[in-house]
């Protein structure tokens, strides 16, 4: 009988309890957390393909030769970064003539060209190709000073400069080449 | 039964979510957009600047002036096309017509021609030289190919004049005797 008022009594002194803490208010801090990913986001182009049209004189001096074209622009819009330190850079491939047969002696089947990419950081980035008239060479690439801030801006790109190897007569038919505009993050040289 | 389709229906969402989440990675710290860029070059064949001065083959005087014959040793310089091309396969084309007498209109009297054949050669272009007789009804070498572009010069020349209707008619006096020769690059696409 003893013990078992022992046991009711302890049971009293912790139902009790709990009106000993009450109080009016009380507060409690959560915290709310989210991240932002590291973006850089190239606008859709104005145009996807860069046709520079025909490419030499048709009659005069320069008869067969490269004839003067103009400089030929692409927009990419609304391009972005959303962190500091990132770069753009333009890698250009020569135009080479479709038909893969060697050039003939006092011909040329390449087109070398300037690409640049503008509107990003202090320095615009700039690939100049170098193939021969046979074309064999390798893409140029060229990157343009570091963009400190996250940044949005309407990218250019530019094609001019262009140059026939020893400024020697084209082959006839279609040529092709490419250039590759991209944003990334600032590279770190390996420690 | 019904767990299981419960477990199948979070599986499912969990496949969906997971995809989702690719396709929102798929942009990144680094963006990339390739420009091809082309152009064109059209077929283009230019004759060149013709070399010499002038464009006349003089052969002075045609006969020999002892046997009223047409002389045996008639030459005239070469005359060279150069800075010719192509810019793709091409042929070459040449085509002449026959020394005649300008001022005598009649007709030639028995004995005598009034016309002057030969053969003109264009050479450098192709491996076997174009080449016509204005005597022959047909000429099949006047035409050559060739199966690559080409850049240099042709060169241009006359030989065997044989007088009109047999060595021996002789030609009758004029004092201009006038033929012609004319070479075509054409490009063959």
Redesign the interface.
Known sequence: MKTMSLIVATALLVGAAPAALAQDSDSAKVSVTGQV??????GT?S??????????D?SGAR??KRAA?GNKS?T?PG?F?N?ANSVVTVNATA?T?DDA?P?????ARA?N?TATASNWASTNAVATTTVDRQGAGAATTGSGSVQSLPKLADIG?T?SGYDVPGDL?????????????????EAVPAP | MIRKSSLALALALLGSTAAQAQTETAASNTASRAFQVTGNVPVICAGGALSGGDSTFALGVLVNTTTGLLRTDLSAPDKVLTGAFCSALSTISVAATRMTAQNVTTAAPAGFSNSVDFTATASGWTTTPASVNTAASTNPAATQSRTTPFSGNITVGLSNFATTGGTTLRPVADTSYLGSVTVTLTAAN
């Open positions: 990913a590291k973006l850089c986001v190239l182009p145009n996807a393909v860069i046709d520079l049209g025909q490419m030499v048709t008869v067969g074209i692409v990419l391009s970064c962190f135009l003539a047969t050039a003939q002696s006092g011909f087109v060209f790109l094609l007569l084209l082959v006839s038919g279609g040529y092709t080449g490419s250039v590759t505009v991209t944003l990334a993050p």
